[in-house]
């Protein structure tokens, strides 16, 4: 059992501020996130993970309380599908719906000429890429998602539950994981193409989801690696796979599609409403890991 206080949570936000204005800078300086090969969003990424370590080590603490443990596979596969399951949703609807249609020609065209098969059929483009996105993927997806749970959900998270209950608690810690993406949203090009403030309120949604859902199943886990499979999982099935293989419809397409239209965000906040409702699970199992 590893005893979670509430302390440390400022020193928390200044390390994880200061260190990520340096990318920030970056970032912004060239204008998009594929600056530097897109070394500045894995440095911006890593920014939660290494302040939350130094604020261990600052104040004396063992890294334990940040939840290293494994714990029981059912969490980490849980967090695997359900980021799949919704954006299949999500998509689906937007495709049915005519708000974008399936099968992008110019990315199709480039996994064939990027997996080295462009003389198979399409649909064997598509499974196979999608195959290799969902495990060879997970890997370099995860490695980054580890920089930033570390210091949301490994940190962050549990501290403001202690303080503020399973609901406060989750969605302080989104709403402070929100604004430590606006800089990017606002100033580089984190966006699907939208007004800034369309994009900022339908990101909103989703982080704030997002952080209910991953502070279920940190507490639940007792572990921060469920957390870090639900981040990579959405991040690599939405941004590599569901955005780029959806051809537009016009101008609404950008307004409905990615992290910043408005039906993922819709679909996720469904979910993180059915995992609300088991907040109680939650609550007894976070009584354990808080101390």
Not at 33 to 60: E, I, S
Not at 159 to 169: C, E, I, K, N, P
Not at 180 to 208: E, K, Q, R
């Amino acid at each position: 059992m590893v005893r979670q206080g509430t302390s440390g949570v400022g020193l928390f936000l200044l390390l994880t501020f200061a260190l990520s204005s340096v990318f920030y800078a970056l970032i912004i300086a060239t204008g998009h996130l594929g600056g530097a090969k897109g070394m500045y969003v894995t440095g911006l990424m890593w920014c939660p993970g290494v302040a939350a370590l130094l604020t261990c080590r600052l104040r004396g603490e063992g890294p334990a309380r940040l939840g290293w443990r494994w714990g029981e596979w059912r969490w980490p596969w849980l967090a695997y599908v359900v980021p799949l399951g919704y954006a299949a949703v999500a998509y689906v609807i937007i495709w049915s719906t005519g708000l974008g249609g399936f099968g992008n020609t110019e990315f199709v065209s480039s996994m064939g000429k990027a997996l080295g098969w462009a003389s198979v059929p399409v649909w064997l483009n598509t499974v196979g890429y999608f195959v290799l996105l969902g495990t060879a993927g997970m890997v370099r997806s995860m490695s980054t998602a580890l920089g930033e749970e570390i210091g949301w959900r490994g940190f962050l998270a549990p501290a403001l539950v202690a303080r503020l209950g399973f609901t406060g608690g989750a969605l302080a810690t989104g709403a402070i994981w929100g604004v430590w993406h606006l800089p990017i949203l606002l100033f580089a090009d984190y966006n699907a193409g939208t007004p800034w403030w369309f994009a900022m309120s339908c990101f909103m949604v989703l982080v704030l989801s997002s952080s209910m859902m991953m502070t279920w199943l940190r507490l639940r886990s007792g572990s921060l690696w469920p957390a870090v499979v639900m981040h990579a999982s959405h991040n690599l099935f939405i941004q590599s796979f569901f955005t780029p293989i959806t051809e537009s419809r016009g101008a609404i397409t950008p307004y409905a599609i990615d992290e910043f239209g408005f039906v993922v965000p819709l679909a996720m906040a469904v979910v993180a409403v059915m995992f609300w409702l088991k907040r109680d699970a939650a609550d007894k199992d976070g009584a354990m890991v808080l101390g």
